[in-house]
């Protein structure tokens, strides 16, 4: 495995609130918006949700990796996350982000390890890692009563 790797990403303006964010080898652009808190469209992709929705998206790879080098079988993972956007002296930054998954396992004594799991894919997503803000993780563990 290398120990560099680099992404590109591209935004352009198409319209007045508008833009185009497109990725190096993705064929699907996203259009997106401003915040309509600071005067972009509503119902549209903001810079906000991409933030959020890739420390959803690593903790979810990150933990789907860690439970299969740990031969650890789940029935799922849903990830939420929630962040809290805050003006301070330098600007608004986000100040808090809250991770929370909800794994679904098959029985009760694979509770405890899930949550260990849970717990090191927090510690490894490279995105949650990389920001300047506090990471809390929440998890939830459930059984399934389907058969």
């Known amino acids: 495995m290398e ?3 680099e992404y590109r990403a591209t935004a352009y303006w198409v319209l007045a609130q508008r833009g185009i964010v497109s990725a190096e080898d993705v064929p699907q652009a996203i259009e997106f918006s401003s915040p309509p808190e600071f005067g972009g469209e509503g119902n549209m992709w903001t810079p906000e949700h991409f933030l959020l929705s890739a420390i959803a998206s690593c903790y979810l790879s990150t933990f789907r990796a860690i439970a299969e080098h740990s031969k650890f079988d789940t029935v799922s993972l849903d990830v939420s996350v929630q962040g809290v956007l805050e003006k301070e002296p330098g600007g608004y930054r986000f100040t808090n982000v809250r991770i929370q998954p909800v ?3 098959m029985h009760e004594d694979e509770k405890e390890r899930g949550l260990k799991l849970l717990e090191k894919a927090e510690r490894a997503c490279l995105v949650s890692r990389s920001l300047n803000s506090t990471v809390r993780l929440q998890p939830k563990i459930q059984v399934t009563t389907a058969v």
């Open 3 to 5: 120990n560099r790797y």
């Open 103 to 105: 794994l679904t396992v």
